[in-house]
């Protein structure tokens, strides 16, 4: 893969230059073909929401981090589009929460799992990296992905499923795991069966985590459960549609359709 060469005056260079960290993942082994597909119907939701982090992504990684933060054993999966986008935030993320981390993959491959362990490692050397050997299977779920580290996704009480991955959010809802998802199609099953889903770039929300994993920290068991208790997950898809719905309605109202005059 050359070298990305968009100057930083393009008015699109940060959606190109994720868009070359998708395709230098492909070609590295990372990505599956598949998960090119994904990303662009990612940017066609964010499109959607402006390329913005909306106060109802805010609301749900607040509620998100509240969990996180009374979890026993959390865990943050990885798949090749995460390792391919926000490798390091993805570790300081774990970190700071002080989850594992595990690749858990739909395509999966040996040769794919070495891959996304190297992108994680070049991070960080000494990071421990779970699911390189898995030995639990998630009842009815026959795919790849239901193959899981006995540390990790099967002994976790709150995961942190990141983009489209409905089969096993749905799988992981009914072991009674507490899952969060991050998701920019809310209309995807990985979001609407989510305990919580953020609509959200994952660009944008696991940096805006962090900040809040230091913001609530110090808050008590009881002001974390009053977060979770305040938060309605049905509530915060539908205000995202209300604000799609909203902002298409006044871009048609300004015009937005007609062509500069030249």
Request: charged share 35%.
């Given at each position: ?150 540390e990790g996704i099967w002994k976790a009480d709150v995961i942190v499923v990141p983009l489209e991955d409905g089969d096993r959010t749905e ?12 998701d920019l199609n809310l209309l995807s099953r990985s979001a609407r069966m989510a305990d919580i889903t953020i609509v959200d770039n994952i ?60």
């Amino acid at each position: 893969m050359g070298e990305f060469k968009v100057p930083k005056s393009h008015p699109r260079y940060w959606s190109l230059y994720y868009r070359h960290k998708i395709e230098e993942a492909l070609e590295a082994g990372i990505l599956a073909k598949a998960g090119t597909m994904a990303h662009g119907r990612g940017e066609a939701f964010d499109y959607l929401i402006g390329e913005r982090t909306i106060e109802p992504a805010e609301r749900a990684m607040r509620a998100a981090v509240a969990k996180l933060l009374l979890a026993k054993h959390p865990v943050v999966s990885v798949n090749g589009n995460v390792a391919a986008l926000v490798p390091k935030e993805t570790i300081e993320l774990a970190k700071v929460l002080d989850a594992r981390l595990e690749i858990n993959l739909f395509y999966r491959t040996e040769e794919r799992v070495r891959a996304i362990e190297e992108a994680l490692r070049k991070h960080d050397p000494d990071i421990e990296i779970l699911g390189i050997n898995p030995t639990k299977r998630i009842p009815n779920l026959e795919s790849e992905r239901g193959k899981v580290d006995e540390e990790g996704i099967w002994k976790a009480d709150v995961i942190v499923v990141p983009l489209e991955d409905g089969d096993r959010t749905e799988a992981l809802v009914a072991m009674g795991k507490f899952v969060i998802t991050v998701d920019l199609n809310l209309l995807s099953r990985s979001a609407r069966m989510a305990d919580i889903t953020i609509v959200d770039n994952i660009i944008r929300a696991y940096p805006r985590m962090i900040e809040i994993v230091e913001e609530l920290r110090e808050k008590s068991k009881e002001e974390l459960e009053a977060i979770l208790k305040g938060y309605d997950n049905e509530k915060t898809l539908s205000d995202v549609l209300i604000y799609i719905r909203d902002r298409l309605g006044d871009l048609a109202k300004e015009g937005i359709w007609r062509r500069r005059e030249l």
